[in-house]
C-alpha cells in the first residue's frame, strides 16, 4: 500500500466529536482505528518505520494514550517500554515534571531508575496538541540521563502549534496532520 493511501485509511477511521471535551473543541476520536486490526497495524507501523534501525533501546509513552501505540511500538522495534505516569501511580522513587496542557494543568513522573543513562528513547503519544505533555514527557526523559532519539505521534493539530515547543527534543514525525 502505498504512503498515501495507507495515511487516507487511517484518516477515513477518524471521527471529527464537536465540542468535547468542551465547547468549541472538536476531538479526535481514534478509537475506531484501534477496533479495526489492519488499521491499527498500519498506525503501528507509520509510526514505526522512521525509527527502524535507529539503535531505539527504550520506547516511553505516557499515561494513559501514550501507553495504547508506546508498547506496539516497542515490539516492533525490539525495544523496551516505559511509562510515564500522572502522580502517585509509580512505587518507586520518581521524577516529577509539571505542566500546562490545552485544559489547565497537569504533573507527569517516571521512575528514577527507569532509563539507563545515554539510552536511546522514541518518545510516543497519540496525538501532539499544544505539546504540553510531549514536553513535560521529554523533559523527564533527559533529567533520567537518556537521549532522545525521536518523537512520533499517530494525530498533530498543526494549528495549535505544538511542534514549536519540541524544536529541541530533535525528530518529530506525526502520520495524521490537521
Avoid at 161 to 178: C, F, I, K, N, T
Amino acid at each position: 500500500m502505498q504512503t498515501t493511501d495507507a495515511i487516507d485509511k487511517l484518516a477515513k477511521q477518524i471521527i471529527d466529536v464537536p465540542d468535547f471535551p468542551k465547547p468549541g473543541v472538536v476531538y479526535k476520536d481514534f478509537t475506531p482505528l484501534l477496533a479495526d486490526p489492519s488499521s491499527l497495524a498500519l498506525a503501528v507501523e507509520l509510526m514505526a518505520n522512521p525509527y527502524r534501525g535507529k539503535g531505539i533501546d527504550l520506547v516511553v509513552g505516557a499515561e494513559s494514550r501514550g501507553f495504547i501505540f508506546g508498547i506496539a511500538i516497542a515490539q516492533s522495534l525490539s525495544a523496551g517500554f516505559v511509562p510515564v505516569r500522572k502522580p502517585g501511580k509509580l512505587p518507586r522513587a520518581v521524577h516529577t515534571e509539571e505542566y500546562d496542557l490545552e485544559y489547565g494543568s497537569d504533573t507527569l513522573e517516571i521512575h528514577q531508575d527507569a532509563l539507563a543513562n545515554g539510552s536511546r528513547v522514541l518518545l510516543v503519544d497519540d496525538l501532539l496538541a499544544t505539546g504540553g505533555t510531549m514536553k513535560a514527557s521529554c523533559q523527564l526523559v533527559q533529567r533520567a540521563g537518556a537521549e532522545i532519539a525521536g518523537i512520533t505521534v499517530l494525530i498533530e493539530l498543526d494549528f495549535l502549534h505544538g511542534r514549536d515547543q519540541l524544536d529541541a527534543y530533535g525528530e518529530l514525525h506525526s502520520v495524521l496532520r490537521y
